[in-house]
């Protein structure tokens, strides 16, 4: 019998309604124009709304509350930011902007949503805002069974090297950059050339390891800085010992293969910077052991199953 209690879950969409409007506050204190307040506050109702779905719609349908989220934050933000608006939203052009000394837009976006966000709620972007995975994960590999050797996440810190590398030799070695008369329209190109790099390398991704999350455990760059603001994250998952059978259901259904009565076992929330809060461990879990909870504890200790690691008993019967 499922047991999860709508409590389980209830501290996460608190925790993203109380930062968005904190936010909102903020840029209208700070004299921001009323379309970016109104960005947030939509981005910040999207984001609890999908997670308050996520929580009472019955199993099957459960999905659908981070697709509603999904699609309203990341695919506005990729219609509105990259195409209409011609704003270079990915990592180069995070870069581009920093250099030039644009702080709107993209470097406010970062800040936003993956630099000061994760701070407060861990890596809620990447579990219900980010247009990548948005894409990612409507093929079936949900689940994988196991992580590649730790070697292959060192692949992800080389791209963001590579990235900002690139933006270096270009603005200093060859004067390309945000003075460029063209920049408007070579944003939008930056952007959707961007992605379709990113879609077709995490499109091949998925099918060889047969992982929707495998562009986010070993290549997006944007991930290095995610992390890092993660390992400071107030809302993490927290399991009680006292109810934790020890079945292992809540590692084989995480989609970052994240080893979470490990955490249970040694007293600590689950602080792996992997975490992307999805809460489908909490929705997993049969005797209601987990939960999203508010703390304050430093983050960094990674504890993630290996491939094909998980008895074949527990992967058939979840
Ligand atoms: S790791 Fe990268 S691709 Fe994956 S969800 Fe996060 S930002 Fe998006
Ligand atoms: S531990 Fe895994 S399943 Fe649970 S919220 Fe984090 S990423 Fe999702
Ligand atoms: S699913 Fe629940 S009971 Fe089973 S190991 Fe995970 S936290 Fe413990």
């Known amino acids: 019998m499922n047991v999860v209690k709508f409590r389980n879950y209830i501290m996460a969409p608190i925790a993203v309604l109380f930062f968005f409007s904190l936010v909102s506050l903020v840029t209208w204190l700070a004299g921001e124009n009323f379309l970016t307040i109104i960005n947030y506050i939509y981005i910040g109702i999207f984001a609890s709304l999908g997670m308050v779905l996520y929580a009472k719609l019955p199993k099957r349908k459960k999905n659908r509350g981070r697709k509603i989220s999904m699609y309203a934050i990341g695919g506005l933000l990729f219609l509105v930011m990259g195409v209409l608006g011609r704003i270079d939203g990915q990592i180069e052009g995070f870069f581009f902007y920093i250099l030039a000394g644009i702080t709107a837009g993209t470097v406010s976006h970062y800040l936003v949503a993956k630099i000061i966000g994760p701070v407060f709620l861990n890596r809620g972007w990447c579990g219900w805002g980010c247009w990548t995975i948005m894409i990612l994960d409507v093929f079936p590999y949900k689940r994988s069974d196991g992580r590649l050797p730790e070697k292959f996440g060192w692949i992800r810190y080389l791209h963001f090297a590579m990235s900002f590398g690139l933006v270096l030799l270009l603005w200093f070695g060859f004067d390309y950059g945000i003075s460029n008369q063209k920049w408007d329209i070579a944003g939008m190109y930056w952007f959707l050339g961007g992605n379709i790099v990113y879609y077709g390398i995490g499109i091949g991704l998925v099918l ?56 249970i076992v040694a007293g600590q929330r ?15 879990c049969p005797t209601g052991a987990l939960e999203a909870s508010f703390g304050f504890d430093l983050g960094g200790k990674e504890l993630l199953q290996p491939k094909s690691t998980l008895p074949v008993s527990i992967k058939n019967s979840i």
């Open 208 to 263: 060889l390891l047969k992982d929707n999350r495998a562009f986010c455990k070993y290549v997006c760059p944007v991930s290095v800085i995610i992390k890092s603001s993660s390992v400071f994250s107030l809302l993490r998952i927290k399991g009680k010992s006292s109810l934790c059978d020890h079945c292992n259901a809540c590692t084989a259904t995480c989609p970052m293969n994240i080893r979470i009565p490990d955490y």
């Open 270 to 284: 689950v602080v792996s910077t992997e975490c992307v809060m999805c809460l489908t461990c909490i929705n997993t």
